[in-house]
Each structure stands twice: as structure tokens, then as C-alpha cells.
């Protein structure tokens, strides 16, 4: 059975995408990034399941620093909502809670909920984390906010569910797998490419690498800045972009890039996520 690694507990939501992009595969939990991408690598996994930003928590900055030196590609994007339920032990109701148990960002997504119910927040490592340490108490007063797989695989019930103060709430993830890789493709199908270009210490740089997908109409939907060897110059972008290499205006810009920047590396081309469409 083929196998998709991701970091966190089993149930968390990383575990959820998994199931909802590689239906019928196992899932492999790991307990770091580093640890999930090293899993592809040495050959525990088959692909892995990263997030790389939220609508409300913003870019997760460790991907940024792993994912261009990790030796795989993009193979896939996937638009996971998150929706929280606030689970208990079997037997619990809604008034017999008195702590709830999540991750410190689950916590920020789910005051209304505690200001309504007057609940005690408690914050734990994980979401999925949460869960296993309330069915382990098995105390009716205690509680996670947590996903409702986190619930089903930890013997609790749900007490109520999307207690998420923004019902827009999406976390975007890469699907990473070897370089040697097949990517799924079919005819007329959206493409997205993403990939990290190292612009020159001159001004006007990055103005000068914007300008060739410009002139040639490739639309970038996200670029992100970084650090590059501990220097405080962020000289290093991550760019998403729409369209394949092979496509003409693509190639075309990446071409005119290659003299304006001091490198750039594409990361993956893939499938473009109908998610988009609904946004």
C-alpha cells in the first residue's frame, strides 16, 4: 500500500489532507518537517503532505527553509478546511466542561467559544496531541478542540462542531515525492509552478524579475521573502506562479529571468487545485 507521511499526531489535520488527497494510502505521522521530509527520502513514504500557508495564520516559515534544499518536488497542491470540533469523553456534555485542551492556534481560532461557554483554555503541542490526552483522563470536565478524525480515532464524541470563529479558515499544502516522480497531468488542465529565483544585490532586482512574468502575462499568485545563510538581505523569493514551463508565456519569462536574476530553481509543476475556483 502506498504510503503519504505528515508532521503531527494521528488525527491532526495534516492526517485529514492526507486522507483527503491520497484517499486508500496509508498515513505515516511524523514528529518534525524535517522528519517527514527525511521519510520520502529514505524511502518510508511514497509522497508527503506539507503546509505551506493559512488564511489566517499566514506562511509557515519552516517549510520556506527545508523544502528548497530537501531534494524533492512539487508534485500537487491541496486546500484543507480547517473545522474544529470540540470533543469529549463519551458520556460528556456541553455543561460538564470546564477546560479545553488545544494548539496555542487552535486556541486564537476558538474564543468565542470560550467566552460563551466560560471555558478554561489550556494549551497543548498538537491538536491531534489534545485529543489522545483528554481520552486518556476520561474526565467529563475536560475537552480539545481538535478535528473530528482526532475525535473518531480517540474514542470521543463531538460536542459541537465548527466552533472555528472564521468559517474561512484553509490551510494550502504542497505534495512533495521524489525527483524521479511522474506528475499527473491531463489535457487542458490549469498548471501551477512553483520556484525559488535568488535575485541580484542591485536596486531595482526584484522589480526587474516581476517585469518577466509581466511582459509575458504569467500570473503570480503568491512570492514570499526569506533569509538566505543567516544574512538579513532578503535576496531569495518563493514564487508561485500560474502555467507550466512548456507553456509558452512561462518559458518565455523563465528565459528572460535566467539574465536578470543570479539564479532560480523551479521546485515543481502541478496540477492547479479547483479549490481556487471557490475562493
Keep these: 500500500m502506498p504510503v503519504i507521511a505528515f508532521q503531527g499526531r494521528p488525527g491532526a489535520y495534516s492526517d485529514l489532507a492526507c486522507r483527503a488527497t491520497r484517499p486508500g494510502w496509508a498515513t505515516l505521522p511524523c514528529r518534525s518537517f524535517a522528519e517527514t521530509i527525511e521519510a520520502v527520502r529514505d524511502g518510508l513514504a511514497d509522497e ?6 493559512n488564511s489566517l495564520a499566514g506562511r509557515v516559515a519552516e517549510i520556506h527553509a527545508l523544502l528548497p534544499e530537501a531534494g524533492l518536488k512539487i508534485v500537487g497542491e491541496h486546500f484543507q478546511r480547517v473545522e474544529h470540533c470540540l470533543l469529549g469523553v463519551k458520556g460528556a456534555r456541553l455543561e460538564d466542561v470546564k477546560r479545553v485542551h488545544t494548539h496555542p492556534v ?36 475536560e ?27 484553509t490551510t494550502r499544502f504542497y505534495r512533495v515525492a521524489p525527483p524521479d516522480a511522474v506528475v499527473e497531468s491531463v489535457a487542458g488542465q490549469p498548471m501551477m509552478t512553483t520556484l525559488i529565483v535568488h535575485v541580484r544585490h542591485v536596486p531595482g ?46 518559458r518565455e519569462a523563465l528565459l528572460e529571468l535566467a539574465g536578470v536574476s543570479q539564479d532560480h530553481h523551479v521546485l515543481g509543476t502541478y496540477r492547479r487545485s479547483s479549490f481556487r475556483d471557490e475562493m
Design 48 to 53: 508527503a503532505l506539507l503546509p505551506c500557508e
Design 106 to 141: 487552535a486556541m486564537a481560532q476558538v474564543r468565542g467559544l470560550l467566552a460563551r461557554y466560560d471555558l478554561e483554555p489550556v494549551t497543548e503541542f498538537d491538536t491531534a496531541g489534545a485529543a489522545e490526552l483528554v481520552a486518556g483522563w476520561g474526565r467529563r470536565e
Design 205 to 250: 532586482a526584484l522589480c526587474d524579475v516581476l517585469a518577466c512574468f509581466a511582459r509575458h502575462g504569467v500570473n503570480m499568485t503568491r512570492i514570499e521573502s526569506y533569509m538566505l545563510g543567516g544574512s538579513f538581505e532578503a535576496s531569495r523569493f518563493l514564487m508561485d506562479i500560474e502555467g507550466a514551463p512548456d507553456d509558452r508565456g512561462v
Design 143 to 169: 475537552a480539545a478542540v481538535a478535528s473530528s478524525l482526532a475525535g473518531e480515532l480517540n474514542g470521543l464524541e463531538v460536542l459541537l462542531r465548527n466552533v472555528e470563529d472564521a468559517a474561512h479558515n
